[in-house]
């Protein structure tokens, strides 16, 4: 049974950081590109990073680049989403998403909030 658990999400103020994590079972997860997307209230869900299967390359989008590092550990399963320097904008449902030729797994999203 796939599942994508993601956990670490809450209440920060502006200019905090949170550190989401994202444990992987039922899959090859070292076959994976493994990546975080967030979804804002009316707004389409949208791609923050991604980390290729070694974890050798990253991709940020513009809004978060210098601010939010994305990791795994092939060892554990896991990924991560350090964000750091949180704005009231990066409000939204944190997604975790794994992904292979034309295989799509999804967690099952992680609430952050950006508020003082």
């Known amino acids: 049974q796939v599942q994508l658990m993601e956990s670490g999400g809450g209440l920060v103020q502006p200019g905090g950081s949170l550190r989401l994590s994202c444990a992987a079972s039922?899959?090859?997860?070292?076959?994976?590109?493994m990546k975080w997307y967030r979804q804002a209230p009316g707004k389409e869900r949208e791609l923050v990073a991604s980390?290729?299967?070694?974890?050798?390359?990253?991709n940020y989008a513009d809004s978060v680049k210098g601010r939010f590092t994305i990791s795994r550990d092939n060892a554990k399963n896991m990924v991560y989403l350090q964000m750091n320097g949180l704005k009231p904008e990066d409000t939204a449902v944190y997604y975790c998403?794994?992904?292979?030729?034309?295989?799509?797994?999804w967690g099952q999203g992680t609430q952050v909030t950006v508020s003082s």
């Open positions: 980390i290729t299967t070694t974890g050798r390359t990253t």
């Open positions: 039922g899959f090859t997860f070292t076959n994976y590109i």
């Open positions: 998403n794994g992904v292979r030729l034309y295989t799509n797994y």
